[in-house]
């Protein structure tokens, strides 16, 4: 075993090097050519005696600890080190085409002394390797720039949590006698009110509060209701319902930061004119996608036959595979929401339409409180308190802006289907706010400016894009002669279904 650590020691670079490349086989030709026997043998003593000094993956030698080998044969051998120098040969063997080559690290004489002084100066190369590998590239750091300054910041304010606010508020609400009031409406009533001391009133400037709702159906002792604002029955409800009172903050500021005056195409892209919002009304299953152009990232909220009660446009799992969505992206990232029960499907859907699902965006569902959902509405063995949406990219986007979010969100749950406002701010930081964004099975509260919406419980179109106008128009002209309005023509172009004949 001592000459096969001092054969490591002397050769360490140039057996991790090529043209060996730390490759077993090839390596036990060199030792043997070195004038060593069992190479095999002496190497399984080796991992025995100290594992820690020769690292071996899949017949291969990745890594050589050379102070520890030098620890190793000094011990072994009670004696100072002196390595042996191979005299100048003539390539006829193995290891003659690279031994006279000089290797970056050789313990030799010169640099012999201490263990701990070897191991030192390694560990601290070895580290400043690192911290140069780990610097961020350039385009990195300007992708963080231009979305910092692409980015608004969102005022945050804590939570009340001194009871008497909420009780002397919620008398407040009570004497009003109304049935709803807006946050900005019960600042005015709090002025009015002679009930309200002077911390209260600045408690309300700089905390949210939650004023509890008690009408006649209202009974105290059961405590707050499962559903909160998300109650379909607040009217007659016998649970405590809130109302939420935010802040009277100013609006935002909408300046923006300086961007780098580096970069001609962020300071063109900044600058440039950004569509109001698109939309649609249509049946996704039969309009032609070819009307709509490209675009760099797509959001799909196909409604899964999951219950009884789905809506109209809900399509099974082998209509929304059939969609023709490559006809939509050449290159991009496509975003599917899903449940636990489809999370495979969606998957499989997004690789037949040649995506690669490499990430997933975990929405994580609170209550009016900033609570976790208990008790939902949704769940066959469990209650569902969270929604995944499946991340595919297809092509090689290397204008996509990584690395910038997480994935989760943590949101509230507002009205059935409608899903955080997050996720919008996710994919324009990644794609860029002036990039073309589409969203399938979209409705009324999904669009927004830059995003083109498609599904069938919208309100009619509305088309800001000169060319995909035209080719809409050309297409709602030759497949709807009569003048038809948009429900009606998808209603018509549906396929009937034949009565079954109860006979």
């Known amino acids: 075993m001592d000459t096969l650590v001092e054969f490591l020691i002397v050769h360490n670079f140039r057996l991790l090097a090529p043209p060996i490349n730390g490759r077993v086989s090839v390596i036990s030709r060199a030792y043997e050519d070195w004038g060593g026997r069992d190479f ?4 399984r003593r080796l991992f025995v005696w100290f594992p820690q000094a020769v690292v071996v993956e899949y017949d ?16 072994n051998k ?3 080190y002196t390595p042996r120098i191979a005299e100048p040969i003539i390539p006829t063997t193995l290891l003659g085409h690279f031994q006279n080559e000089p290797a970056p690290y050789d313990v030799t004489p010169e640099t012999g002394g201490d263990d701990q002084v070897m191991a030192s100066a390694f560990v601290v190369d070895f580290a400043s390797f690192h911290c140069q590998l780990m610097v961020p590239v350039a385009t990195s750091q300007l992708q963080k ?20 606010h909420q009780h002397k508020l919620g008398q407040v609400l009570l004497a009003s006698s109304a049935k709803s009031v807006s946050s900005v409406a019960f600042h005015k009533l709090v002025a009015k009110s002679s009930l309200i001391s002077t911390d209260i009133t600045e408690c309300l400037q700089t905390y949210t509060h939650y004023v509890p709702i008690v009408n006649s159906a209202t009974d105290p002792s059961l405590g707050d209701c499962s559903y909160l604002d998300g109650c379909h029955k607040k009217d007659t409800c ?34 440039s004119h950004r569509v109001p919002p698109q939309w649609v009304c249509c049946d996704l299953r039969y309009i032609p996608f070819d009307i709509f152009g490209k675009y760099a990232a797509i959001i799909a909220d196909p409604a899964w036959k ?7 446009d809900a399509s099974s799992d082998e209509e929304f595979g059939h969609l023709d969505i490559p006809k939509l992206q050449d290159e991009g990232v496509l975003m599917v929401w899903s449940t636990a029960r489809t999370l495979e499907r969606a998957r499989d859907v997004m690789r037949k339409w040649g995506y690669q699902v490499n990430d997933e965006v975990l929405w994580i569902k609170v209550n009016q409180l900033k609570r976790t959902i208990v008790t939902g509405r949704t769940g066959h063995w469990l209650n569902h308190s969270k929604e995944h949406l499946v991340v595919g990219v297809k092509g090689r986007p290397r204008w996509l802006r990584r690395q910038i979010d997480l994935d989760y969100v943590v949101s509230n749950c507002r009205e059935t289907s409608r899903k955080p406002d997050e996720i919008y701010d996710i994919v324009e930081r990644m794609v860029g706010p002036h990039a073309r964004k589409l969203e399938l099975f979209g409705r009324t509260h999904n669009t927004r400016p830059g995003w083109m919406t498609l599904g069938g419980q919208l309100s009619g179109h509305h088309i ?19 003048g038809l309005n948009v429900s009606e023509f998808a209603d018509q172009r549906r396929p009937s279904r034949k009565k079954k004949n109860n006979r």
Not at 40 to 43: A, H, I, Q, V
Not at 238 to 262: A, E, G, M, S, W
């Open 40 to 43: 095999s043998d002496e190497l």
């Open 60 to 75: 291969v030698i990745v890594w050589l600890d050379v102070p520890a080998l030098v620890h190793v044969h000094r011990k």
């Open 78 to 80: 009670h004696v100072d």
């Open 145 to 164: 720039m231009v979305t910092t300054g692409e980015s608004r910041t969102k005022p945050f304010y804590g939570v009340c949590q001194d009871q008497s």
């Open 238 to 271: 016998r649970y405590i319902h809130y109302l939420t009172v935010d802040p009277l903050y100013p609006p935002p500021d909408t300046k923006q930061f300086p961007l780098p005056d580096y970069d001609t195409g962020t300071l063109l892209r900044h600058h």
């Open 306 to 312: 999951i219950h009884v009660n789905a809506t109209k």
């Open 464 to 482: 800001e894009e000169p060319e995909v106008k035209h080719k809409y128009d050309q297409y709602a002209a030759q497949r709807n002669p009569r």
